[in-house]
């Protein structure tokens, strides 16, 4: 009697604890390493912040690997409630109607207000789609900026370049002088390429910079960007720039060791950078423009990745993924996120709090990301839209990479890349037909 | 004379069965898809699709780039297959010689064969690193500069170096039991013939392990075309750029990293005709020039 009375307890419990299960949802990323605890963490933090909703992270590789599991999951109807996808792939990824629930739906749908301007203003449109809808919700987000040793510069004379044009002439050949070589980047096609157009508000594509449209050309094959690795490559010759090669860190290894005296890299990356023992004093500000293209040199725009809510979920675990979705954009998370990371605050509210908490007075270089996105705009300055993006990348890599080999020339490449590119595009499109 | 065979018809086919349903499943089915997407444009989602016929066929033809990753392809099969059979050779005939710690000296050469590809690129990404790597470091020496992931060359050199590398012990531990079957009333013949011991080795000792070195090529052109994916994809270090690659790496590409299927699918019906054809040429010319002991 004693026993089977025990036994009915332990039955009632398992069937009260089914009834309040809490309903549980994947997410996939591409955070690896330090980043990927840090996102675990937020995952964790969530999970204990309520008792209704579980979320899952699972780490699926690099931002590639994850964007094809993804994909091949949604195909096999396996596909995780959130999916982190990268700056290249979105036009994948947002093409693809019918793939996603456009963030901004999600959250009204569910009863969290929603408002596109408590966003910062780089920040707002790179994942949205023509109509200005967000669609994807903006994660790890950074830009490009210019990282430099303060111990370099000093022992020239000289100060950070505002200017490409302050750069030739006066910072390159001072920190030459000082046995410096004064300048690295890690992302030619990001930073050169993407961010170029944007900082000197040019046209990178037709159609609005593709968004409004599938039949987008790209206008990489202009004046202002073969000016620049024009001037790149004969900064090349004179010892100013070197490149050594298409892998991020063999450009940020350099830096780190103090033969380069300018990085440029990622907002993201200063997280890194402040947890090693570099043996020298790093600061970062703006990047530099050309004053003979533009005298009113404009924002740029969000690199990094935004999570997508994939469709084909039910109710209850969709208003599961728009709770994780709100609990990110809290500014408490997001500002915890800011100083582990690197990457910058997505909402006004969380930049608020950074401020006010004064972060900025005891790393200064970690608002310059912030700053940089919150530059005046320009009509080319909210990102791009175009497919198979990857490849262009790929393209355009290839490309650059020749040009700093000296296997062709700054012509020919821009060119070539303007005709891959377009023939890649022009296969996306019939990809949506 | 009489043959033993079955009574009943369908009991071969079923013993056949568990191989012909893994055969199909794990291959003709994944070739027949591949055909299929080849003729296509596909949205990676599975949403849009557009029938395009040969254009991806056509379209890879007229593309330069995709001409210089197949000569590209074909020179480092041939670089990698030739000396990774030739310094086997090598070893194997000096080790076959070697009469005090004969077994340490196999097992010093044998154990790199226990290395994963990756970790074999791994490797080379260690010892081609730009500022401390121990190779770099020795052809600074000689006055190169070797820029890994910078110049086309160099990385080209140290893909067909770590391949190599990752492939001599397996040829070796062929060559090595090829030579140990030779009878020793051949050797001894062949000594008393011909005291020249390159004369000997050309004239008997090659020959006789010419079954060997024929299947040992098959093995390492495949070895060179397909298993070398591990060893590129960690030098280039996941960035393409402006290093070479192979035809395979190439699909991987277009298809994982770009999400082209089509393009990819095409690309992959073009290599498994041409393993198709390399079969066919192997078996019909070759193998009948070729006496198997």
């Known amino acids: 009697m004693q026993l089977s009375k025990t036994v009915m307890a332990i039955g009632f419990a398992f069937a009260a604890s089914q009834s309040f299960a809490q309903t549980e949802i994947t997410f996939w990323h591409a955070m690896g390493g330090e980043l990927g605890e840090s996102t675990n963490q937020i995952a964790e933090d969530f999970n204990a912040s309520q008792s209704e909703y579980r979320v899952v992270p699972v780490f699926k590789g690099t931002y590639e690997e994850a964007l094809t599991a993804g994909i091949a999951a949604f195909r096999a109807g396996e596909q995780p409630n959130i999916l982190q996808v990268f700056d290249a792939g979105a036009a994948t990824v947002i093409g693809a109607q019918g793939a996603t629930i456009a963030v901004q739906d999600l959250l009204e749908a569910n009863g969290v207000n929603f408002d596109i301007e408590d966003y910062i203003s780089g920040v707002r449109y790179f994942f949205a789609d023509s109509d200005g809808k967000m669609i994807g919700m903006p994660f790890n987000s950074s830009s490009p900026i210019m990282y430099y040793n303060v111990d370099a510069l000093a022992a020239a004379g000289v100060t950070p370049p505002a200017t490409w044009e302050e750069f030739q002439n006066v910072t390159a050949p001072a920190l030459k002088d000082a046995g410096y070589i004064a300048l690295a980047q890690s992302h030619l096609p990001w930073i050169f390429t993407e961010n170029f157009h944007s900082r000197h508000n040019l046209p990178f594509a037709t159609n609005n910079n593709g968004y409004d449209g599938l039949d987008t050309q790209i206008l990489v094959n202009n004046d202002a960007i073969k000016a620049h690795f024009n001037a790149m490559t004969e900064w090349q010759e004179q010892e100013y720039f070197a490149w050594y090669g298409t892998g991020w860190g063999d450009n940020q290894t350099p830096f780190e060791e103090g033969k380069v005296a300018i990085w440029l890299g990622s907002s993201g990356s200063f997280g890194g950078l402040a947890a090693k023992d570099l043996g020298f004093d790093f600061s970062a500000t703006n990047l530099p423009y050309w004053e003979a293209v533009t005298t009113e040199p404009t924002q740029t725009f969000i690199g990094g990745a935004a999570l997508f809510a994939m469709a084909g979920k039910s109710e209850a675990e969709n208003a599961a993924t728009a709770a994780f979705f709100e609990f990110l954009t809290q500014p408490e998370t997001q500002y915890k996120w800011h100083r582990e990371t690197g990457y910058v605050p997505i909402t006004t509210a969380a930049y608020e709090l950074a401020k006010a908490d004064g972060y900025y007075e005891e790393a200064p270089a970690a608002e310059v990301g912030i700053q940089q996105l919150s530059l005046p705009a320009g009509e080319n300055t909210a990102g791009y839209r175009m497919g198979f993006y990857v490849q262009i990348r790929d393209v355009m890599n290839r490309e650059y990479g020749r040009i700093l080999t000296g296997e062709t020339s700054v012509e020919d490449a821009f060119a070539n890349i303007e005709k891959e590119a377009n023939d890649l595009l022009s296969r996306f499109s019939r990809t949506q037909g | ?293």
């Not at chain 2, 495949?222 to 070398?228: E, I, K, P, V």
Request: aromatic share 16%.
């Open chain 2, 1 to 293: 004379m009489k043959r033993a065979g079955f009574v009943n018809r369908w009991l071969p086919m079923l013993l056949l069965a568990p191989q012909l349903i893994i055969i199909a499943v794990f291959f003709y089915w994944p070739a027949a898809h591949a055909l299929h997407s080849s003729f296509y444009l596909q949205d990676p989602f599975g949403f849009g699709s557009t029938f395009v016929g040969w254009e991806n066929y056509t379209d890879l033809a007229a593309n330069t780039e995709y001409r210089r990753i197949a000569w590209f392809t074909v020179l480092f099969t041939c670089l990698v297959t030739f000396f990774s059979l030739a310094l086997a050779l090598v070893l194997a005939v000096k080790a076959d010689k070697v009469i005090r710690g004969a077994r340490s000296y196999r097992t010093l050469i044998m154990w790199v064969y226990a290395v994963a590809p990756p970790v074999a690129g791994f490797i080379g990404v260690i010892m081609f690193n730009q500022s401390w790597g121990p190779l770099t470091r020795l052809f600074e020496f000689f006055g190169r500069d070797m820029m890994l992931g910078v110049n086309y060359n160099d990385t080209a050199f140290a893909m067909v170096l770590v391949s190599i590398w990752k492939q001599v012990p397996v040829n070796f531990i062929f060559f090595l039991s090829g030579l140990q079957s030779i009878p020793k009333s051949v050797r001894e013949a062949a000594l008393i013939d011909n005291r020249s011991a390159s004369g000997r080795f050309w004239d008997v000792t090659f020959p006789l392990l010419a079954p060997t070195g024929f299947f040992l090529l098959i093995i390492n052109i495949t070895y060179a075309l397909f298993d070398t994916f591990g060893v590129i994809d960690t030098l280039v270090k996941g960035e393409p750029g402006n290093n070479p690659m192979t035809l395979v790496y190439k699909v991987y590409v277009d298809g994982f990293r770009g999400n082209d299927l089509g393009g990819s699918s095409a690309q992959s019906v073009i290599l498994m005709v041409l393993v198709l054809i390399l079969t066919v040429v192997q078996f019909r010319l070759v193998e009948r020039r070729i006496h198997y002991t």
